[in-house]
């Protein structure tokens, strides 16, 4: 007989690795202040290397007036704007993905946590029935889990 809580149960499962587990469990075997520290140093690495770039066009897209006025120019007021610029930004950019992570982190956290209750569940149905199966929950790794790990 099929029972109607085991299939829910692994549609359930199933969706969930099909939809979000790709990316979120990943993300959920970090702690969480590795994954934001991580994530906050990649996009600061971006925001510099983007910055670099678009002074770099700017500079080649104007550099006949650049050259035309190079005696008149303040090199010392220019790199000193520059760098308040560009240090604006890394603040600003810091703080933005700090929050993005952070709720990123969160959110993912409580979807595997979910994802580990049912995948909980399954297994009880599992060892409730003495059926072999519970093998399968080794091999996607459910089993080598610690449950301190999942908040349920």
Not at 68 to 82: G, P, S, T, V
Not at 136 to 144: I, L, Q, V
Request: proline share 1%; with cysteine.
């Amino acid at each position: 007989m099929i029972n109607e809580e085991k299939v829910r149960i692994m549609t359930r499962c199933a969706t969930y690795e099909k939809h979000h587990g790709r990316t979120d469990l990943p993300i959920a075997g970090f702690f969480k202040s590795d994954y934001v520290k991580f994530n906050i140093w990649k996009t600061l690495l971006a925001v510099l290397m983007a910055f670099l770039i678009l002074t770099g066009i700017f500079v080649v897209g104007y550099y006949e007036e650049i050259f035309e006025e190079l005696n008149q120019l303040h090199f010392k007021k220019m790199a000193i704007l520059l760098v308040a610029v560009l240090l604006l930004l890394l603040v600003v950019y810091y703080f933005i993905a700090r929050i993005l992570y952070i709720r990123r982190f969160e959110r993912v956290r409580k979807g595997v946590a979910a994802y580990y209750r049912d995948l909980k569940r399954l297994k009880e149905f599992y060892d409730k029935d003495g059926d072999d199966s519970p093998k399968m929950f080794e091999e996607r790794g459910a089993g080598a889990q610690n449950d301190e790990f999942i908040d349920y």
